[in-house]
Structures are given as C-alpha cells and as structure tokens.
C-alpha cells in the first residue's frame, strides 16, 4: 500500500488492484477504525475521511496497513438486468480498437458478467467489473460535452450507464430506458456497490421486455399562500438552500454539498436564534429580493452588501451581522456585494423546506435536494418556534472577505498526485497568480495561469475519490479547485488540496479576483509506522 495526502482530513491509499481497494473497504466496513467518518473506494485506490481530534494520518496508516486484502468478496445474491439498443456513436470505433466485428463487441458484452465495483462520477452512475478483458478500450481523446442519460459505455476495463445528461469521455455501445437514477426510489440508485450486472441486446430479445413505468415523483411541499411567506421577486442568479451538508451517501455517489461559507451559514443562524444546521438560502452576487407578508425576523451573514427594507411609509438600509426585522408587505433587496460572493439569509424558526437524502442541501451538479429559488418562488416559514435561542446582535465575519482585484493566498496540501508533475510544474503552481474565471460556480473554481502546469506525461489516472478544496488538473494544464458540489470521483490527477480551514475563504472569492497557492510543506507520503506519540497510545 502507498498511503497519500489529500488533505488535512483525508488520505488515500493505494492498492494493487480493486479486488485489494474492495477487500480494504469491506475489511474497514466490517471492523471499523474509530475516527474514520467516510470511505470512498475506486479503481485502486480507497481516500478515508477521518477526525483528526480521533486519529491522526500516521497511525490511520499504520492500523490500515495490518488488514488482510487476501479475502475476496462474495459475490451478491442481487442481479440487475439491463436492456440495451445497441446504436451507440462509438460502436464501430470500440470494433477498431479491438480488432472484431460490431456483432462480435456485442456478444461479448451482452455474455458477460459484471460486478458494481463502486459508485462516483454523479448519482447512480456505477463502475462496472468483470467484462471480457478485450472490450478493454481507452477514453475518448476528445471528451464530448454531453452525452445523453441512459448511454451505455466502455472505458478501460469499466463499463458503466450515464444516469443524467453530463458530459463525459467514455466509449458509448447503446442505450437503454432504464432509469439508472431516480431520487424517489429506495435506493435511489438501481446500482448498488456489490450487485450483479447482465446487459441483453433489446433487439434480440427471446422474452418480453419489462420496463417499469416511470413512479410518479413524491409530491413536494405545496407552497401555501395562506401561510407567513416571503414571495421572491428577483433572482438574477439563482438562490439554492444550503445546510452544512449530505453526508453518508457515497455508496450512491453522492457527495455532501453543503453551504460554500460554512460559517456565514452558522453565524447567519446564530444572528436570529436558530438550531445549527437549520436551512439557510444562499445568495450569489446581488439584486436577489422578496417581499415578506407577516412579521419576521432575517439575518444575513457573509458577503458584504447594503440591505434595503422599503414599505409605503419608509426606506431603510441594514447591514449583514445583526438581526432584521421586517413587517408585513416590506420589501428585501440584496445590493451588489463590495466583498464576498455569497450571503446567507436566515429567517427566525427556519424555512418550511423539505431534506432529501437527509439534507436541505441542494446540490447543483447531481440535481439532488429543494428546487433552486428563482422570481415567483414562494418560501414558507416554518410556524413552529421551538427550539429557537435569543438573536445575537455581536457577530462579526470569521475573516476578511476578498474583492474584484485581491490576491487571496491560500493554504495547500500537497498530494496526492504532486508526483505526477514536474518540478517545473510544481513550481508553476505555488510561483504564479491564477486568475478566478466567469466559469466558476459551486462545482469548483476554474482557474486561468500564463502558464500551464507541466505534467510527467500524459498517462490516464483511474478514476479516484476527489475531495472538497482538491486541486484537479485536466490536460489543459489549468486548474480546477473543486468546491461543494464537485463530483465524487474524477480521472485527473490532484496535485494538492486547499486546506481545510480556507474552504469558507475559497466559496467567497469573486470572478476576477487572483488565487496565490501557499504549500503547507512539500508533497511526501505518508508513513505507516506506527508511532505512539501520533497514535495518542502511551508508551
């Protein structure tokens, strides 16, 4: 095993091959490691979340590295049948590849047998194992934009069903009309880590075809005009709701999301006396606006923007950081944020929003969680006042917030793909200014240097777990810098993450702004030798 720095809280390690990767994730499902709060297994590589309050990396290494990986997993009693129309774009050019014919890729799929090794990439979206080794082909060299739900693929010894429209490099045979995804099914996911996999050729098919007919979506909450609301009247960017995130989903690829400035979240909920974690609506930039039609209590935390509270009779302006009070037929508007990219609007006794998954939180790439608010949304408030605390009126921001034109350092941890650049690469990273493009969102920050990091060379990386603040590098040589609703897995190599505690920073910092990278210290493994001091044991 080699065990790799992600982050502050997260290592990877690296195996033989996934029959290791899939004996490690069920020795550590079976006979857990305390402190550990997340496993996400790959192709050959399992990254562990953990507390560093519990364990610290060293000795979490050092306890990994005494699990047998002999055991092999016994296969699953669930098999999953997939109906195919073999019409795929890439047909003839998987036939190529592999020297036979378009009839004799077909038979070979369809007489296979596969295992879901693991789920990542989006929601639903399996990585298949156990195909005929000479389907075995490459990625596509030029990604396509979009590949349309329900598209059956090969790439490198996986294959796979795209469950939602998404872009993607993968080999496409076919498709079927199968949902692979549907968030009103339990589990939502019809892959699921272990399960048995056969595709059939729907042309040829000896027996009826059974498709489920689509289950009508589980009704969602009715907005009532009757109730205390806020009616939104603008939303140039769109608002989502945000808790702190959506956390134990990944065996269903499904990443946590959560709010992108935590702690605006939590000082937003603090300021009017809520819960921790209660649903707070997260506003990017300015000219967000609704009008209230009962009493209410607001708080506003994170970037930094005049309030205006206008009625018939008056006009007044409120700062974020202390509680607001609004009457009926007041109306709220966000003024352009001077500093920050997003704020946080609190309402005394919460948001009358429903969790999916477990959380309020509406992630922007799986297209899991509430609707995300935009002119004409009606948002309900809660009648229920249990619970709630006395407002706060002395909160102030946890840190300077960024503007058009700074230069915010960041913290990083080198790893755990460093080694697939060059020094001259390496040295790109941390030397030059990258500069925060208009393509960014809560997917991740995209990044644009005049200069390219320089990598080793061109080989593909299986596809491995990616966490929040992970520094990813596509063949562009620019990078990304993932943040809340980053994909669960990815093919590029990270060549380090934001540290943790400049994650909050990071979901502030606005388009046109400069990111300086500052190394916590230089990329190295870590060890696996147990040492006690590390370990908290005593000698």
Known sequence: MRFLPVSLTTILVELDD?????????????????GVEETVPAARTLMIR??????????????????????????????????????????????ELTGLSVEEVIRRH?????????????????????????????????????????????????????????????????TTPLKMWDIDRDPGALFQPGYRVRFFDMDKADRNIDIPAAKPAVAKPVANTEAAH????????????????????????VSASGALDRSALNTANRIVGNPANTACLEITLGGFSFKSTSRAVIGVAGASCIITVKSDAYSVEANPYMPISLEAGDVVTFGNPAKGMRCYLAVRGGFEVAPVLGSTSTDTLAVV????????????????????????????????????????????VMGPRTDWFTQRGIETLTSQLWQVTPQ????????????????????????????????QIPHSGQPVLFLADH?????????????????????????????????????????????????????
């Open 50 to 95: 953990f507390r560093p309050e519990t364990i610290g990396a060293q000795a979490l290494a050092a306890e990994i590295a005494t699990r047998d990986l002999s055991a092999k997993i016994a296969p699953s009693d669930n098999l999953v049948e997939i109906p195919v129309r073999y019409d795929g774009e890439d047909l003839a050019d998987v036939a």
């Open 18 to 34: 996934l029959d290791q990767t899939l004996a490690l994730f069920a020795s550590l499902e079976a006979n857990p490691v305390e």
């Open 110 to 174: 369809t007489d296979s047998e596969f295992t879901v090794a693991f789920c990542g990439f989006a929601p639903g979206f399996g990585y298949l194992v156990g195909g005929d080794p000479a389907l075995h082909v490459p990625r596509r060299k030029s990604p396509r934009t979009r590949i349309p739900m329900g598209s059956v693929a090969l790439a490198g010894a996986f294959s796979g069903v795209y469950p939602q429209n998404s872009p993607g490099g993968w080999q496409i045979l076919g």
């Open 440 to 471: 960014s969102s809560r997917v991740g920050i995209r990044l644009a240097g005049e200069t390219p990091l320089e990598r080793k060379d061109s080989a593909e990386l299986p596809s491995e777990g990616t966490a929040t603040g992970a520094i």
């Open 369 to 412: 969680g509430p609707d995300t608010v935009t002119a004409g949304s009606i948002l309900n408030l809660k009648k229920n006042k249990n619970g709630l605390s006395s407002v706060s009126i002395d909160e102030v921001p946890a840190f300077d917030l960024p503007q058009v034109g700074d230069v915010v350092t960041l913290d990083v």
């Open 487 to 539: 994909p669960l897995t990815g093919g590029y190599p990270v060549i380090g993450a934001v540290a943790e505690y400049h994650l909050d920073l990071a979901g502030q910092i606005p388009i046109n702004a400069k990111i300086q990278f500052r190394p916590l210290g230089p990329f190295a493994e870590i060890s696996a030798i147990k040492n006690t001091e590390l370990s908290g044991e005593r000698p």
């Open 230 to 253: 806020f009616d939104v009247l603008a939303a140039p960017m769109p608002a989502v709701f945000q808790d702190l995130g959506r956390f134990g989903q990944t065996g269903q690829g």
